[in-house]
């Protein structure tokens, strides 16, 4: 098993391109960043059942604003009026918070 210091090193060095997989680099590292010790599925939702349950929780961003200038690129931004419009006709700004939260988790374990 991998340091976390370890773990934070390679993801660091990942080429991303475009603000979503910018977005998910940037959650990992914070996931990576307030976990304490070894990592595990349990102690990164910190105590949360899921990734819905985590964004909707208040663990991560919580105003629609906030999430949007994340995983938005500035012309996605501007067309969702930075965040005052919903990001797609089926989820909401924390449930898109939710999914990258999730991509981001499997990153750090892919990676550990």
């Not at 660091?12 to 990576?32: M, S």
């Not at 200038?69 to 419009?85: A, I, N, V, W």
């Not at 924390?94 to 990153?107: G, I, M, P, T, V």
Request: hydrophobic share 40%; glycine share 8%; proline share 2%.
């Amino acid at each position: 098993m991998k340091t976390k210091q370890e773990i934070a090193a390679a993801i660091e060095e990942i080429k991303t391109r475009g603000a979503w997989q910018t977005a998910v680099k940037t959650y990992a590292l914070e996931l990576l960043e307030e976990m304490g010790g070894e990592f595990s599925a349990a102690k990164i939702l910190n105590g949360a059942e899921n990734w819905h349950a985590y964004s909707y929780g208040g663990c991560s961003l919580i105003y629609d604003a906030d999430i949007a200038k994340r995983l938005c690129s500035p012309s996605e931004l501007k067309r969702k009026k930075g965040g005052e419009l919903a990001p797609n006709a089926r989820e909401s700004w924390l449930d898109c918070q939710a999914r990258a939260l999730s991509k981001a988790a499997r990153l750090i374990a892919r990676h550990a």
